[in-house]
């Protein structure tokens, strides 16, 4: 499993992002992809995740009606979409894959993405 993460970039308070995670042929066919973040100074959390079983997503309280997670077989690509940013939102943001949408068990992961909001 290979991911690759992308589109990170700086935006004011207020805009919009899309984040593209992009995984080897056939993953989202078997495996569920997640979206961390990483701020300085703190934990790792899970921001959102979507399952391969049913396209069920899940989005933690501080994404959930700001976010917006989707995937793209075809493309073999996950995107997360994030609209109303906050200077909080300000992370590195990770793709990871895993066969169920638990924070705690990501076994593969991408390299990260900066994402930068400016007050």
């Known amino acids: 499993v290979q991911l690759q993460a992308s589109g990170g970039g700086l935006v004011q308070t207020g805009g919009s992002l899309t984040l593209s995670c992009v995984a080897s042929k056939s993953t989202l066919d078997y495996y569920s992809i997640g979206w961390f973040r990483q701020a300085p100074g703190k934990e790792r959390e899970g921001v959102s995740c979507i399952s391969s079983f049913d396209g069920s997503t899940y989005y933690s309280g501080s994404a959930k009606g700001r976010f917006t997670i989707s995937r793209d077989n075809a493309k073999n690509t996950v995107y997360l979409q994030m609209n109303m940013l906050k200077p909080e939102d300000t992370a590195v943001y990770y793709c990871?894959?895993?066969?169920?949408?638990?924070?705690?068990?990501?076994?593969?992961w991408g390299q990260g993405t900066q994402v930068t909001v400016s007050s």
């Open positions: 990871a894959a895993d066969r169920n949408c638990d924070y705690s068990k990501f076994d593969y």
